[in-house]
């Protein structure tokens, strides 16, 4: 089971980004589905998640910039970031969601978005 994130890079800030995470090995489209970050010198917290109903729920950092989606025909999740800011930098992770809130079971390897100001 993969989950593989790609998209990340360097942008100014303003600028836009399409982070893009394909399952590989899981029936994703059962799963609760979930974009969280890392900055450095901080805890890992939550961006987006999405359910397999289409549900979505954003942290207040990400409302209005951030829309997360998922295409359960490629197998792949979402996540279009515009107005991008400094403090978005980070690693961004992808994450398949526990039944019923409980967290994550599964990670995928991160990918470093960087938003020069």
């Known amino acids: 089971v993969q989950l593989q994130a790609s998209g990340g890079g360097l942008v100014q800030a303003g600028g836009s980004l399409r982070l893009s995470c394909k399952a590989i090995?899981?029936?994703?489209?059962?799963?609760?589905m979930g974009w969280y970050r890392q900055a450095p010198g901080k805890q890992r917290e939550m961006v987006a998640t999405?359910?397999?109903?289409?549900?979505?729920n954003y942290a207040d950092s990400a409302k209005g910039r951030f829309t997360i989606s998922r295409d359960n025909a490629k197998n792949t999740l979402y996540l279009q970031m515009n107005s991008l800011k400094s403090e978005d930098t980070a690693v961004y992770y992808c994450?398949?969601?526990?039944?019923?809130?409980?967290?994550?079971?599964?990670w995928g390897k991160g990918t470093q978005v960087t938003v020069s100001s």
């Open positions: 999405i359910t397999n109903q289409n549900n979505s």
């Open positions: 090995g899981i029936n994703f489209k059962n799963y609760d």
């Open positions: 994450a398949q969601l526990a039944t019923g809130g409980a967290g994550v079971d599964r």
